[in-house]
């Protein structure tokens, strides 16, 4: 799934379809519009260039534009954060050989350090999980690993035992009840995924986890035609835990500059709510099952 211009095209199109005239400041006298958004000869003047030059831009032909092009056309289609990111990474992506990608992208390390697991471990009453950016978990505090339980025991989760946030989320029907708000999370999964293809087109892992979903779920191939980016890094996420019933989290999305690449994520809950008490509930849930464990795995053999 390396960056062509297809994607570009894509990105530009559908972003542009989203902007209307009003939006853009624009007066427009007559109703036969064609188009959903802004014609390309309007966003070519919004962002000061040539109509041709601009259509030679959404065509995919991004070599060579420069980044005040870039800074214009994000700009002129009133771009986010998040995607004008993304395509200044397109940007870079199309400038460079895949070999040189591959070379320079910092791609995220395969095994964690053994002080980042150390400094999982001491979150005990904090449920809080390390993923890369293509939305594996690599490690997990304790109760992080208790609120993810469902996707651990999932049948999409390979026999590593390193969980799939995507491939529970669209090839596991438990996750629809896992997720109450499913539809959102899907979207911000399929987003999160869309921004790392940008970031790193070139990353087999990445590529081939798209091509299973695009494959396997109809949602998936849907929502990955959108071309939504998305920078998740606060908010509240709701869960319906099996054990525990109905929580709504806080979450902070931290990047770890030592590790690019990875990402971790901790919850919590607003004091004195019924998320609160899940929590400790969740907490005590947790330990006493790791508790079965270890009688079970300690009890003599009675042959």
């Known amino acids: 799934m390396s960056i062509d211009r297809a994607e570009v095209r894509d990105f530009l199109v559908t ?12 007066t427009i006298y007559g109703g036969n519009r064609r188009v959903p958004g802004l014609r390309r000869e309007e966003v070519a003047m919004l962002a000061g260039l040539s109509a041709d030059y601009y ?6 032909n991004l070599a060579g534009a420069s980044e005040t092009v870039l800074h214009a056309v994000a700009d002129a289609l009133q771009l986010d954060d ?9 940007s870079r992506a199309a400038n460079e050989s895949p070999a040189s990608a591959r070379r320079n992208r910092a791609r995220a390390p395969r095994q964690l ?4 697991q150390r400094v999982l471990d001491g979150m005990t009453d904090i449920p809080a999980f390390i993923r890369n950016g293509r939305l ?14 469902p996707v651990f025991d999932s049948p999409t989760t390979p026999t590593d035992g390193t969980p799939n946030l ?39 892992d990445l590529t081939d986890l798209i091509g299973e979903l695009s494959t396997r779920s109809d949602e998936f191939r849907t929502l990955w035609a959108a071309h939504n980016v ?22 902070d999305a931290m990047a770890l500059t030592s590790d690019p690449g990875l990402t971790l994520t901790a919850y919590s809950a607003e004091p004195g709510t019924a998320s609160a008490d899940g929590l400790r509930l969740l ?19 009675d042959g």
Do not use: C, M
Not at 15 to 26: H, N, S, V
Not at 175 to 185: K, L, V
Not at 230 to 251: C, D, I, Q
Not at 285 to 290: E, I, K, L, M
């Open 15 to 26: 972003r542009r379809a989203k902007i209307t005239p009003e939006q853009a400041g624009l």
């Open 55 to 60: 259509t030679r831009l959404e065509k995919g």
């Open 136 to 149: 594996d978990i690599l490690a997990t505090s304790p109760l992080g690993r208790a609120l993810y339980s």
């Open 166 to 204: 995507a491939r529970f989320r669209f090839l596991d029907p438990a996750s629809r009840d896992f997720f109450p708000e499913w539809a959102e999370s899907a979207n911000t999964n399929v987003s999160i995924l869309r921004t790392e293809a940008g970031r790193d087109p070139y990353n087999k």
């Open 113 to 116: 350090r053994p002080s980042l």
């Open 230 to 251: 998305r920078l998740h890094a606060t908010g509240v996420k709701k869960f319906r835990h099996p054990a525990v019933g109905e929580l709504a989290l806080s979450f």
């Open 82 to 90: 998040a995607e004008r990111s993304h395509l200044f990474d397109l």
């Open 283 to 301: 907490a005590s849930w947790a330990a006493t099952a790791a508790d079965t464990t270890r009688v079970t795995d300690s009890a003599p053999f």
